[in-house]
């Protein structure tokens, strides 16, 4: 089992910078890649960013390049999902997610968090 814990969501105007931190417990987070998905109202889950358990690579939805970044501190057992120039469309509650896939991470992830809500104001 991995327990996942998100925090660092909030309300920012258009424009503003967040930054969610996902703390994961239970089994060797190490050998996990992680995720983000996001839900807006009236929405489907969709994925955002995704990070492989060394960080060599990460992945993104062409909506999000340029402005988020995934990044991981496997001593710390976190993951985080900077997220700088936010529009309202991005106002969604987030999810940290986590398998020993990166293809299945991307998709159906095995562990999900409970979620951080993220507001933007225009």
């Known amino acids: 089992q991995v327990q996942l814990v998100e925090s660092g969501g909030g309300l920012v105007q258009a424009g503003g910078s967040l930054r969610l931190s996902c703390a994961a417990s239970?089994?060797?987070?190490?050998?996990?890649?992680m995720g983000w998905f996001r839900q807006a109202p009236g929405k489907e889950r969709e994925f955002v960013a995704a990070?492989?358990?060394?960080?060599?690579?990460?992945y993104y939805t062409d909506s999000v390049k340029g402005r988020f970044t995934i990044s991981r501190d496997n001593a710390k057992n976190t993951v985080y999902l900077q997220m700088n120039s936010l529009n309202p469309e991005d106002t969604a509650v987030y999810y940290c997610?986590?398998?020993?896939?990166?293809?299945?991470?991307?998709?159906?992830?095995?562990?999900w968090g409970q979620g951080t809500q993220v507001t933007v104001s225009s």
């Open positions: 990070i492989t358990w060394s960080g060599a690579n990460t």
């Open positions: 997610a986590a398998d020993q896939s990166i293809v299945v991470v991307r998709s159906r992830p095995g562990y």
């Open positions: 239970g089994r060797t987070f190490s050998r996990f890649a």
